[in-house]
């Protein structure tokens, strides 16, 4: 098993899933595979067929009835399949595969008496080292993923909806700087807007939220007296709102977490001194932000913002996917 570790770890080092597998005859190993489909565009080649053809040409026989296989995961459907066909007499595989394993886990080819072989099964061996290279593989994939998504400007969730670009044809210009983070811890790689008068070296700064069925358009007069007077205001869109990402389950929506990424905002945005401006419909999340604040002073001032025509305060929203936010707010009862 230590030998096909080995050969998942190439696989790894080749970006393949990390699954390599042996072929032992008579106590010596004759071939080894490991995975290539993605650097072969061949959805078959997976470690154990790889070893199983190789050991068929090494011993010149496509019946392996004297081999034992050892493979890092436990075989697929197409991989068991191949075995019993070449009639190995045991399989020992290290890790489990909940979603596809055909050895117990989802199905069991090789508990099936109507074949005309049997071939025993023995798994668990060395199944933490196997496993740990399968989760830091899959670990990374997930990570350079949301980075690429990121960078990129598209949301890292299947389930985040972006507003079309054309819905906001019609809306006045911002005068105030629009910016987007999408890294912040608790994002998740979801995109924030958020505008941001400056200057950027301010440390404190007037934060503005908008209501539960507005967006930061409704603040522009009152950021854009900010930007005369000199004075830092942020404004961001919170998520589901405006132009940041909307997810489409109303689940999605917790007071606390809402708060949670303003925090980290404010902490990105390295304010140590923060009012926040927001209509009292918002008062619960006003209380929570200010109540987990531990690094940052805050207090809260309660002002209604300006009203904009109904086709900007609706721009964002064009259809129920992008309205989920609003149903979600109106059931919490604000």
Request: proline fraction near 5%; charged fraction near 20%; hydrophobic fraction near 40%.
């Amino acid at each position: 098993m230590r030998v096909a570790l080995a050969e998942a770890k190439a696989a790894e080092t080749a970006g393949e899933v990390p699954v390599g597998a042996v072929v032992v005859c008579q106590g010596r190993a004759v071939a080894t595979g490991r995975n290539a489909p993605i650097s072969t565009s061949d959805p078959t080649a997976h470690a154990e067929m790889l070893a199983l053809r190789a050991a068929a040409q090494q011993l010149g026989n496509y019946r392996l009835e004297d081999c034992e296989l050892f493979v890092t995961l436990e075989p697929c459907n197409m991989c068991a399949g191949a075995i019993l066909h070449a009639r190995l007499k045991r399989v020992v595989f290290g890790a489990a595969d909940l979603k596809t394993g055909a050895a117990g886990s989802v199905t069991n080819l090789f508990a099936i008496a109507q074949l005309n072989h049997q071939t025993q099964i023995q798994g668990g061996v060395l199944s933490a080292s196997c496993t740990e290279l399968l989760q830091r593989f899959f670990r990374h994939q997930r990570s350079s993923k949301r980075l690429e998504k990121i960078e990129s400007g598209r949301a890292l969730r299947d389930d985040a909806l972006r507003t079309p670009a054309q819905c906001f044809h019609n809306v006045p210009d911002l005068s105030v700087p629009s910016r987007y983070v999408g890294d912040l811890p608790s994002l998740n790689g979801l995109r924030l807007h958020y505008l941001d008068t400056g200057p950027v070296e301010a440390s404190s700064a007037c934060l503005y939220l908008h209501g539960p069925r507005d967006w930061c358009c409704v603040w522009q007069d009152q950021l854009t007296l900010s930007a005369q007077a000199g004075i830092r205001a942020i404004c961001p869109d919170l998520i589901g709102f405006g132009k940041s990402d909307k997810p489409k389950k109303m689940s999605f929506h917790q007071l606390q977490w809402h708060a949670q990424v303003t925090l980290e905002l404010v902490a990105r945005l390295q304010l140590d001194d923060v009012t926040l401006i927001l209509p009292e419909s918002m008062s619960q999340l006003a209380q929570l932000i200010q109540s987990s604040s531990l690094q940052c002073s805050i207090t809260t001032r309660y002002s209604q913002p300006q009203s904009v025509p109904l086709a900007t305060l609706l721009a964002p929203f064009p259809d129920s996917g992008h309205q989920a936010a609003w149903r979600a707010f109106d059931a919490m009862k604000l």
